[in-house]
């Protein structure tokens, strides 16, 4: 009996991780969804779509679900991603196994976001609140350095650490900027 290597990796292994390009008919809203979650995971689509597909008990249910609610009267149209083969010969075989169109799979497959996306949506709300009340803050903390400014020696002891209070929270929202929304005008 051969006992295999925890570290080597087959040509098969390779072989599936190499990227096929497919084309697939899926309505707007579905290749939006991909799209939006890629940007907020910060991953690729094909990273998200091979995520996705690659786990065969998942995308048995999920074929089995689609079966059932699958709507065929959605306007759709086609669109070409990048994937690796495993992910495609899944989707292929899952597909044949449960009589469901593949592109209707990987739509169904796609939805499974939505309860992410919506998430990630609501934090985005969130964060937007936040930011108002974090630019009135440092507004204020400006405010009050001016104040100090005005009432105090320039080598006062409070002044001074006003001063350094204000910095240190212009230093502190600038280092937030990449996690607040940026405003649209």
Same mark, same amino acid.
Not at 127 to 134: A, C, E, T, W, Y
């Given at each position: 009996?051969?006992?295999?290597?925890?570290?080597?990796?087959?040509a098969r292994e390779l072989r599936g991780k190499q990227s096929v390009r497919a084309t697939f008919r899926l309505p707007d809203d579905t290749i939006e969804l991909l799209k939006t979650a890629a940007e907020h =995971?910060? #991953?690729?689509?094909?990273s998200l779509l091979?995520?996705?597909?690659?786990?065969?008990?998942?995308?048995?249910?999920?074929?089995?679900?689609?079966r059932v609610t699958g709507k065929s009267?959605?306007?759709?149209?086609?669109?070409?991603?990048?994937?690796?083969?495993?992910?495609?010969?899944?989707l292929e075989e899952i597909s044949a196994r449960h009589g469901i169109a593949r592109d209707l799979l990987l739509e169904c497959s796609v939805q499974r976001l939505i309860p992410f996306v919506k998430a990630e949506q609501e934090k985005q709300k969130n964060?937007?609140? =936040?930011? #108002?009340?974090?630019t009135i803050f440092l507004d204020t903390s400006r405010t009050l350095l001016q104040k100090s400014e005005a009432l105090l020696d320039s080598d006062d002891r409070l002044r001074l650490k006003i001063e350094k209070m204000v910095t240190q929270v212009e230093k502190a929202i600038n280092d937030m900027t990449g996690l607040l929304p940026v405003e649209k005008g």
């Open positions: 009996m051969m006992i295999s290597d925890p570290l080597s990796i087959s =995971l910060a #991953v690729k689509q094909k091979d995520q996705l597909v690659e786990n065969r008990q998942v995308l048995d249910k999920v074929a089995q679900e689609g009267d959605i306007p759709r149209r086609q669109k070409t991603f990048v994937l690796s083969r495993k992910a495609l010969a899944m964060r937007s609140r =936040l930011s #108002v009340d974090i």
